[in-house]
């Protein structure tokens, strides 16, 4: 069981450059969610996806777009990577149960560098 | 819109002291609070979960409060050890974006041999 897990661990890209995050969970969560983390904020939400096929923005979702065509992967992409997009990326998941109860399992992290 | 706050930013201190680390959240209506630690590098690991009908939650050192009609909440953390060192983040879970969790910035704790 590896729980949450994200390719790749680092990158570097040139301003203009594409590429894509692949986060993948072995929980069979219904809930998957791309974060992104800068030094002194806390974590903010990019987009997220409540089942297969589905997908919605979050609280930052600009130049950013994602998919979940398997119910297991949740792919966050940049089309045309900015020097502003440089941060650290989480992918989460979660079981929609009781939402009192309900807490998120996250990946290692993506650290993305744009130049 | 939902904010949270944590105070202190950062800390330090010897090992085996009691020490409190406090989150505040400007909108009461949460269905939980949670906790997680962060370690360099790494993802963020859960701690503690409070449902919002709750007070509080223990694990272990750890103890976990919660006043959702003042907006805070306490982590206290007894008898702290060197493998405590890491950031504390406090996360609420409320209604938007289909149940997003509002996180604070953290707490950066290093404990002291």
């Known amino acids: 069981n590896a729980g949450v897990t994200q390719t790749p661990k680092f990158r570097v890209l040139k301003t203009g450059q594409s590429m894509t995050l692949l986060c993948a969970q072995d929980?069979?969560?219904?809930?998957m969610y791309w974060y992104r983390q800068d030094p002194g904020m806390g974590l903010r939400l990019i987009h997220y996806?409540?089942?297969?096929?589905?997908?919605a923005k979050g609280e930052v979702p600009d130049g950013y777009n994602v998919s979940r065509l398997k119910k297991q992967n949740f792919l966050l992409g940049l089309e045309s990577a900015a020097p502003s997009q440089t941060s650290v990326y989480f992918c989460?998941?979660?079981?929609?149960?009781?939402?009192?109860?309900?807490?998120?399992?996250f990946g290692p992290g993506t650290r993305l560098t744009v130049l | 819109k939902q904010e949270v706050t944590q105070i202190p930013a950062a800390l330090s201190v010897p090992e085996g002291e009691n020490l409190v680390l406090n989150c505040s959240f400007t909108?009461?209506?949460?269905?939980?609070l949670q906790w997680f630690r962060q370690d360099p590098g790494k993802g963020l690991t859960s701690l503690l979960l409070?449902?919002?009908?709750?007070r509080e939650q223990t694990s272990g050192r750890l103890n976990a409060s919660l006043d959702k009609s003042s907006g805070r909440s306490t982590l206290y953390i007894a008898a702290s050890q060197p493998g405590d060192s890491a950031t504390y983040l406090c996360?609420?879970?409320?209604?938007?974006?289909?149940?997003?969790?509002?996180f604070g910035a953290g707490t950066i704790l290093r404990v002291k041999s």
């Open positions: 996360a609420v879970l409320g209604m938007e974006y289909g149940n997003k969790l509002v």
């Open positions: 996806s409540v089942g297969e096929g589905t997908t």
């Open positions: 929980m069979n969560h219904e809930y």
């Open positions: 989460a998941s979660s079981y929609p149960g009781s939402v009192f109860t309900d807490t998120q399992y």
């Open positions: 909108d009461s209506a949460i269905y939980n």
């Open positions: 409070i449902q919002s009908s709750q």
